[in-house]
């Protein structure tokens, strides 16, 4: 079974930054991509960014373009979230996702291996 454990949250002030990391055991030989989504309050878990592991390709939700930037350690097996000029609309708990599913075209496509952390909070004050 694969558990992935997000750290790095908390709180920051608007146009501050903050560095999610999520490190994953179990089955680790699986060529997993990885990804973060987030969930904020009264609403429904969206994609944030994912980054391959064939060539280590990254996918981005338009709105953190430019001030997020996913990369991974496939040694470690932990992918990394730095985020940069944070807003209060980034406001969520952000989960990390490890697996086979991929964003393609604006849609989310679950694998047949999908594994979810318990998520760790992040908070942008105005």
């Known amino acids: 079974q694969v558990q992935p454990v997000e750290s790095g949250g908390g709180l920051v002030q608007a146009g501050g930054s903050l560095s999610l990391s999520c490190a994953f055991s179990?089955?680790?030989?699986?060529?997993?991509?990885m990804a973060w989504f987030r969930q904020a309050p009264g609403t429904e878990r969206e994609f944030v960014a994912q980054?391959?592991?064939?060539?280590?390709?990254?996918y981005y939700k338009d709105s953190v373009k430019g001030r997020f930037t996913i990369s991974r350690d496939n040694a470690k097996n932990t992918v990394y979230l730095q985020m940069n000029s944070l807003k209060p609309e980034d406001t969520a708990i952000y989960y990390c996702?490890?697996?086979?599913?991929?964003?393609?075209?604006?849609?989310?496509?679950?694998?047949?291996?999908?594994?979810w952390g318990r998520g760790t909070r992040v908070t942008v004050s105005s």
């Open positions: 996702n490890v697996g086979h599913g991929l964003y393609y075209d604006g849609s989310w496509y679950p694998g047949t291996e999908d594994y």
């Open positions: 179990g089955r680790t030989s699986s060529n997993y991509n």
């Open positions: 980054i391959t592991w064939t060539y280590g390709y990254t």
